[in-house]
């Protein structure tokens, strides 16, 4: 008695998840979830998931207290196979309505998810209080019984067509990867192929006509070829409001930022010189000294911020140079020498010293 009423309840639980799962899923005709709302999908899933394991438990229950014994002599295990596959068939439609796989969902939802099911709850619950040889000789069991093997023969049938779907979609995936990579390491191998100008040229004209100027100069501190830095400058030059940009980027806090600034305008065509450039270059010798006196580790490289501070140096009084007898700019050089002079004795203080000589 015991055994039936756990049964009993088992099953009928089952039935309340599946008709939870018929509701959420309008039916299985429904608008499945999209986006954050999606999220929500895994209620009908688990739903599915706890009425398989229930009509399992209740027909364990049932073969334990002998109460599918009319089935016969291996009826117990047929009956659970049976539940299995049913069970397997409303979950295995629910997941062909989240997965929106046709028009084919709803009529089969119905079947797998709503008929057979409660037909197989209605045989459970009969089975556990009703006498077996009355159930045998019942008309409407076979009818039942049909329904059910039916199916679980549904469930099987969409979990192979699953299975080969979800290969071939694998097998999709993979050729369209190695697809991907192959047309990755053709395009690797072109650019390979070409000059160090002719893939920046290729690089550029990706590029904004608004792009600023530092995404050009920041690489010129690096060691580049003549060919490549003038054509990177060249491209600079075309910078809209370069003397603005200029000004903003050789006395930027980024060390990296300011030797790129510097190099370009060390580099540039003694035709594109203006005297503004003068002016900016002697602020960036101001913002160097003033940081090398608040940090006097500022003189160690920094792979990142200052590769090579000494080059930073150099380059600023290169620059200068190309400015002869600038006031200002002596003065600024003069003050970033006073800075330097002002350090703790060490071998890169004495480099940097000699890379900054008095003007």
Known sequence: MFLSLLATAAALLAGLLLLANLLMSGAYAGRVPSGDAAMGLVVPFFCAVGAVILLLVAT???IANGRLDWLGARGGWLAMAVMLGVGLAAGAVLVAWMERMGVWVTPLGWFC???AP???IVLLVASAWRDGATLQSAGWVRGVLIVLVLSALCGLAMGLWGGVRQWQQSAENAARARAEQAQRDSESARRDALSPVERLREDYARFSPTTPLW???AGLPDPTEADVRD???????QVPELDADLAATITDAHPRYRHGASE??????ATALKPAWAVAVAASMRVTAAQIASNPEWLQPDDFANPDPVAHLASLVATAARFPGHADLQAAQSELRAVLSHLPTSPQRERALAAVPAP
């Open 60 to 62: 364990g229950l049932l």
């Open 113 to 115: 998810g709503v008929i």
């Open 118 to 120: 409660m037909s197989a």
């Open 215 to 217: 995404v050009f100069i």
């Open 231 to 237: 054509f990177i400058i060249a491209r600079a030059l």
């Open 264 to 269: 370009f305008v060390r580099y540039a065509p």
